[in-house]
């Protein structure tokens, strides 16, 4: 999760505006009213969206991104006020206890080195309380997504925005790699002052059956795997508890 997309204080900042439909995140609400949650811990938390949506609905939040220049981000929101932000990955968590632990917008799969993988899992499971739950979003491999994004060139994703205070950018994707289970892309931005910045990710794509024996192994039960809403066929929404 440290690319250029996320680290860069540049492309942190346009990132929102770029991507303004979060409606994704309706389901991680849902869940946190279905599961009765009053504490969160958002890994990934990124800019911070999510985190501040609970934490309007009167949840105490904590959101944690190993990607500096997005948490400053949510630290400049309004509302931010409400949410404990820290910067690193699920390794530095001081000691907490919360309800639910949330991993949207396929962070999961940002998440490619397996020390890291595991370190994850460990600081969430070591992060909730007894019967609270982990809830995160990946891609179901079975989607084959990256036939679909062989397509991709500037020409195909060329888009141009005028953002206020930004000015004209213009963004374009590239796949630049499949070698399974890893897909790696690019993103392109062009700001108008002639700036280029080049984001470049990888991305791990892991079968159902890895993510549940990975979620056993560090003492999590697996109490369902579910679709996600907005992307039917596409994702798999798994739901762990701590026993």
């Known amino acids: 999760m440290n690319d250029a997309n996320y680290g860069h204080p540049r492309l942190a900042a346009i990132y929102d505006p770029l991507d303004p ?16 949650a009053r504490s969160v811990l958002d890994v990934g938390c990124g800019t ?6 609970l934490a309007a609905r009167g949840l105490t939040v904590t959101g944690i991104d190993p990607a500096r220049a997005s948490v400053d981000v949510a630290r400049g929101k309004p509302g931010a006020e409400r949410v404990r932000w820290l910067d690193g990955d699920a390794g530095d968590l001081p000691p907490m206890r919360v309800d639910l632990v949330t991993m949207t917008g396929n962070a999961a799969q940002a998440i490619v080195d397996p020390h890291d993988w595991h370190t994850t899992l460990r600081g969430a499971y070591a992060a909730l309380s007894p019967g609270g739950r982990f809830v995160f ?5 079975a989607r084959r997504v990256w036939d679909d994004w062989a397509g991709w060139s500037r020409a195909t994703t060329r888009r141009v925005t005028d953002l206020p205070g930004v000015g004209r950018v213009e963004t374009w994707a590239e796949l630049t790699g499949v070698s399974l289970p890893f897909v790696s892309f690019r993103g392109v931005h062009v700001f108008a002052d002639g700036e280029v910045l080049v ?6 794509f892991r079968e159902r059956a890895e993510v549940e024996r990975d979620l056993r192994e560090h003492g ?10 907005d992307r039917p066929g596409h994702e798999l929404v798994f739901v762990a508890r701590r026993p």
């Open 48 to 53: 911070g969206v999510l985190a501040l949506l």
């Open 220 to 229: 999590l039960v697996v109490d369902e795997v579910r679709e996600a809403p």
């Open 199 to 204: 984001s470049e990710s990888t991305l791990r």
């Open 137 to 141: 979003e990946t891609r179901d491999p």
């Open 21 to 36: 439909d979060r409606s994704d995140l309706d389901a991680y609400v849902a869940m946190a009213e279905e599961f009765g």
